[in-house]
């Protein structure tokens, strides 16, 4: 252990390293490239429009699942109102995009900044607690939220603060860009407004706050000792959590082009915790297989018939697996898993080769 | 240069510091006393998380117990723990820059400074290593690496040698020793070990039940009686 240690103490002049890139770093940005042009420009010619709208669903849920990360995985704050911050978002951007013509990037930027401000604000009263009561008071938090918004119900073209006019049978939808009314474009523009927040919380999670909230996830007086001001980094992971999934709602609203306050549910945010968690809370590839378990799977089940109800059970099922076998989830487990498959497989047959020579 | 006036900690019915009154000039001052002592909370109260009843604390001239305790750190006050706390996510690199980052520093010099603090404690380990892979004493390192960085003040080790094969507490102790060398910061060391602090530290204070019960030269303080009996209870013992 540690043999590092049997050298003399040097001085503290050593030749400044230069900085080097990570390995691999361009074969990675290439393999990610490819992936992406795929999605954009391949996926929606293969696709049905049903599936097109499901996938659509998944880069919007991949980004509030990307949200919820950083506040699970690299800060250590359990969240179970996320799902109610993301009505937040939706119900700001439909109502600025009925009350007013602004471009729709325009609607979506300020749905995330109010959303941010909201979602930071009711977060400060949980700024002293972690762990289980953080997550119950998130989790009122979002009961409150959805019963507000089941009286007020979601704007539909009508007029005053809520913009609801109660004539829901000849509601107008909720307009799209000009540059994607279609839903094969639709899903491109969602699909290229969540990769720019992926980038958004990746560069904050490679940088300065990220080692800051590595620290604090790990122990606070650490982080303090280390002239890390706590509180700061904590409302600062809540905010671009906040802003993240404001913009979710945003894109969400275009996507479905009505939205009813049935569809945003208390559960849902805890549902959005265990896929989470399932996916990976501790990657940002983690939040991707989260979405298309949130997503997509429904959609397949649907499509085959099977009921959706199946998967509260598999989800559950899933949970404990996870928690029980690999805390880091699924995107971790799996090529990890697959690994020892292949060197398994590899190995009985390098066995079984070297029984038939020495047999025969 | 720290000088501590009747501080006094109290946990509910438990006096843990008891009017303590002392001052560390310079260099490597040892802190010493029992289990139980309060050697942990002195170290809490210069840290900021735990609030003294009573006393005051001053620092190079200044108010320490009026400052938050994210600024203590900012301003040169450094400490290990002792469970150890280097961050195991980040890299080794990024362990050490973590604090200078968040003081008052230039980031022009933060590679230097970083690399120095890592050379220092003599971890040949390659900085981009993670910490979750190095071995105990290799995290150690760590954790005094993030207490020299830049410019510290003040540099608190809590038992920083618990658990470490003499080998390792051997270079450990090498490494303290120049630390107020190499960085003007006062040391203070808190340990069980006798000989690391005897071989580090010119002074060395001792508590017991919360109470200062010597401190002067080292040498002096280990035969004085009043600290022998607080450490081996009676003077059969020691017949």
């Known amino acids: 252990m540690a043999t590092e240690l049997a050298s003399p103490v040097r001085p503290a002049s050593p030749p400044p390293a230069p900085p080097r890139l990570e390995q691999g770093f361009f074969v990675r940005a290439a393999i990610i490239s490819v992936l992406l042009l795929f999605v954009v420009i391949g996926l929606p010619q293969l696709l049905s429009i049903y599936y097109i709208d499901a996938m659509t669903q998944v880069a919007v849920y991949a980004v509030v699942a990307l949200g919820l990360g950083v506040l699970v995985g690299r800060v250590g704050l359990v969240s179970l109102g996320q799902a109610a911050i993301l009505a937040i978002g939706a119900w700001v951007a439909a109502r600025l995009l009925f009350a007013t013509s602004l471009p729709f990037e325009f609607v979506i930027l300020i749905s995330g900044i109010i959303t941010m401000v909201l979602g930071t604000l009711v977060s400060l009263p949980a700024m002293r607690m972690r762990g289980l009561f953080l997550a119950l008071i998130t989790l009122m938090l979002a009961g409150a939220i959805t019963v507000v918004l089941a009286s007020l119900n979601f704007p539909n073209g009508g007029n005053g603060f809520s913009g609801y006019n109660g004539a829901s049978l000849h509601a107008p939808q909720i307009r799209r860009p000009g540059i994607a009314t279609t839903d094969p474009a639709y899903f491109r523009y969602a699909v290229i407004v969540g990769v720019l927040m992926f980038l958004l919380v990746l560069a904050h999670v490679r940088t300065r706050p990220g080692r800051a909230w590595a620290a604090i996830r790990q122990s606070e007086p650490a982080a303090q000792a280390a002239g890390i001001n706590t509180t700061l980094y904590k409302l600062w992971a809540f905010a671009l959590a906040s802003f993240v999934t404001g913009v979710a709602g945003a894109v969400l609203a275009g996507a479905v082009r009505y939205l009813y306050s049935i569809d945003f549910q208390t559960q849902d945010s805890i549902k959005l915790l265990a896929v989470v968690l399932m996916g990976g809370a501790y990657s940002v590839w983690g939040a991707i297989v989260a979405a298309l378990l949130l997503q997509l799977l429904p959609a397949i089940l649907n499509n085959a018939g099977v009921s959706p109800d199946w998967l509260v059970i598999l989800f559950g099922i899933g949970v404990l697996q996870v928690l029980t076998t690999a805390p880091t989830g699924i995107v971790d487990q799996l090529p990890r898993d697959l690994g020892r498959l292949y060197r398994l497989v590899t190995s009985r047959g390098r066995r079984a080769t070297a029984d038939e020579r020495s047999t025969s | ?239």
């Open chain 2, 1 to 239: 240069m720290i000088e501590v006036s009747d501080l006094t900690v109290r946990f509910g019915g438990v006096t843990s510091l008891d009017a303590m009154s002392v001052t560390f000039e310079k260099g490597t001052c040892g802190l010493i006393g029992p289990n139980g002592a309060g050697k942990t909370t002195f170290f809490n109260v210069l840290s900021g998380f735990v609030r003294p009843a009573a006393g005051s604390v001053s620092a190079d001239g200044e108010n320490l117990l009026k400052m938050a305790h994210f600024r203590r750190a900012r301003w040169g006050v450094r400490r290990t723990f002792q469970t150890e706390q280097a961050i195991e996510g980040l890299s080794v690199y990024e362990n050490v820059a973590m604090i200078h980052e968040h003081s008052k520093l230039a980031g022009a010099s933060r590679r230097d400074d970083v690399l120095a603090a890592i050379a220092l404690v003599g971890l040949d380990a390659d900085p981009d290593t993670k910490v979750r892979t190095l071995g105990a004493g290799a995290r150690r390192l760590v954790e005094v690496a993030r207490a020299i960085v830049g410019k510290p003040r003040v540099v608190l080790l809590d038992e920083p040698a618990a658990g470490l094969p003499d080998r390792e507490t051997e270079h450990l102790g090498q490494v303290i020793r120049e630390i107020p060398e190499h960085t003007g910061a006062l040391v203070i060391l808190v340990d069980h070990d006798m000989s690391l602090v005897s071989s580090c530290c010119g002074v060395t204070a001792v508590l017991d039940f919360g109470k200062l019960i010597a401190s002067g030269p080292t040498a002096e303080v280990l035969r004085n009686e009043q600290v022998v009996r607080a450490y081996l209870g009676t003077e059969e013992v020691q017949a």
